[in-house]
Structures are given as structure tokens and as C-alpha cells.
């Protein structure tokens, strides 16, 4: 792993949140919380990228929001006492 690239990984948080997953940029505070760059719901699995959302950090955010996409029709753990959910939900594809 190359500097820039372990700078990257430091930047991004990714939340796993009740109804998706947050993706923020640690180096930048709006409001006293970490700015956000992306969300990508668990039921439609659509990522939204905010348009100010930098471009080292896009590429690092759409790579992993590929990897939970492929994954529709899994259930996801999303908390430490065993809660789950189905990603996808909402996707006529996928069946509950």
C-alpha cells in the first residue's frame, strides 16, 4: 500500500447506519460531524455521491459500495448484537 493510498483509507469512514451506509470524509467537519460524502441505502441499493464529494475518494467509496451491491439478497449484519438486514429489499429481484 502506497502512502497516498493508506492516506485515502484514513480519510474515508464508512457508518453502517439503520437504513444504509455513510461514507464520510474525516479530514473535513461541517457542523461539528465529519462531512459526508455518499449514502447507499440497504433496500435499493442505490449509491448517492454528493456532488462535492472528492475524486480520490469516489473512486474509493464506488469500489466499495460495488462489493455490498453484489451481495443483494444477503442478509447483512449491521450491528453488534446480530441484527440484520436484506439488502435489496426494495428490488423486485430480490424476495424477503
Known amino acids: 500500500m502506497t502512502l ?8 474515508l469512514f464508512i ?3 439503520p ?29 448517492d455521491i454528493e456532488r462535492d464529494c472528492p475524486a480520490d475518494l469516489r473512486k474509493e467509496i464506488v469500489s466499495h459500495a460495488a462489493t455490498i451491491q453484489a451481495r443483494a439478497g444477503e442478509q447483512l449484519k449491521v450491528s453488534q448484537c446480530g441484527q440484520t438486514v436484506l439488502l ?9
Request: aromatic share 10%; hydrophobic share 35%.
Open 19 to 47: 437504513a444504509g451506509m455513510v461514507y464520510a470524509d474525516t479530514s473535513r467537519e461541517r457542523r461539528g460531524d465529519y462531512v459526508r460524502l455518499a449514502f447507499l441505502s440497504y433496500a435499493t441499493l442505490k449509491l
Open 15 to 17: 457508518g453502517a447506519f
Open 4 to 11: 497516498k493510498q493508506s492516506t485515502l483509507k484514513d480519510r
Open 88 to 96: 435489496g429489499s426494495a428490488l423486485s429481484r430480490v424476495r424477503s
